[in-house]
Nanobody, 124 residues
């Protein structure tokens, strides 16, 4: 069983930055889970943003996130981070972290555990 809790969302002007955190507890198969960030805007489907492998050696990004967002993890602190720079109004969404077996999976159904989400709002 894995529990996830997101934090760090808020209101930021366009061009600004935010750093999201995902605190994790519990493990599957006696090792840390792969973790991904997803987001969901009103009226839209939940979409993959970025993922990091269980030991942090591999990262994956959606095209919309490449060059602006950075995912990282500190397994000693059981936390995964998403640094978001150059934010735009279209980045406004509820951001979720999710745990699964492989961080490169783009489909929400591939992830077994989810946090409650943290709201990111970017003003124009």
């Amino acid at each position: 069983q894995v529990q996830l809790a997101e934090s760090g969302g808020g209101l930021v002007p366009a061009g600004g930055s935010l750093s999201l955190s995902c605190a994790t507890s519990g493990r599957t198969n006696s090792r840390p889970s792969a973790i991904a960030w997803f987001r969901q805007a009103p009226g839209k489907q939940r979409e993959f943003v970025a993922g990091v492998s269980s030991r942090g050696s591999s990262t994956y990004y959606a095209d919309s996130a490449k060059g602006r967002f950075t995912i990282s993890r500190d397994n000693a602190e059981n936390t995964v981070y998403l640094q978001m720079n150059s934010l735009a109004p279209e980045d406004t969404a509820l951001y979720y972290c999710a745990a699964g077996a492989v961080a490169s999976k783009l489909t929400p159904s591939e992830y077994a555990y989810w946090g409650q989400g943290t709201q990111v709002t970017v003003s124009s």
